[in-house]
Nanobody, 124 residues
Framework: QVRLVESGGGLVQAGGSLRLSCAAS????????TAWFRQAPGKEREFVAA????????YYSDSVKGRFTISRDDAKNTVYLQMNSLKPEDTAVYYC?????????????????WGQGTQVTVSS
């Protein structure tokens, strides 16, 4: 059974940092492109960042480019999202997702597996 479990969310002041982790099990993780998405109350789920493979291409939304960094450690079956210079508008539930491909894409419908999400709240 495939599982993705996010952790590392919490409450932080604007300008602060958080590091999210997503631990995968039940799949050959190195064969899966993985992404982070987020969803704020009343809004659609939006793409944040994606990574094709360890050391491979990375992609970011314009809203987080230069502030967030996605990485992965396939030996630990884990993907990370380092979030710096956080803003109140970054407040959302953050989800990781994986797809059976080494091509990272931005559309959530293209991902096969999802975690349960972790809440990130940025206070002003």
């Amino acid at each position: 059974q495939v599982r993705l479990v996010e952790s590392g969310g919490g409450l932080v002041q604007a300008g602060g940092s958080l590091r999210l982790s997503c631990a995968a099990s039940g799949l050959t993780f190195s064969h899966y492109a993985t992404a982070w998405f987020r969803q704020a109350p009343g809004k659609e789920r939006e793409f944040v960042a994606a990574i094709a493979w360890s050391g491979g291409p990375t992609y970011y939304s314009d809203s987080v480019k230069g502030r967030f960094t996605i990485s992965r450690d396939d030996a630990k079956n884990t993907v990370y999202l380092q979030m710096n210079s956080l803003k109140p508008e970054d407040t959302a539930v953050y989800y990781c997702a994986s797809r059976r491909s080494l091509v990272a894409v931005t559309q959530p419908t293209q991902y096969d597996y999802w975690g349960q999400g972790t809440q990130v709240t940025v206070s002003s």
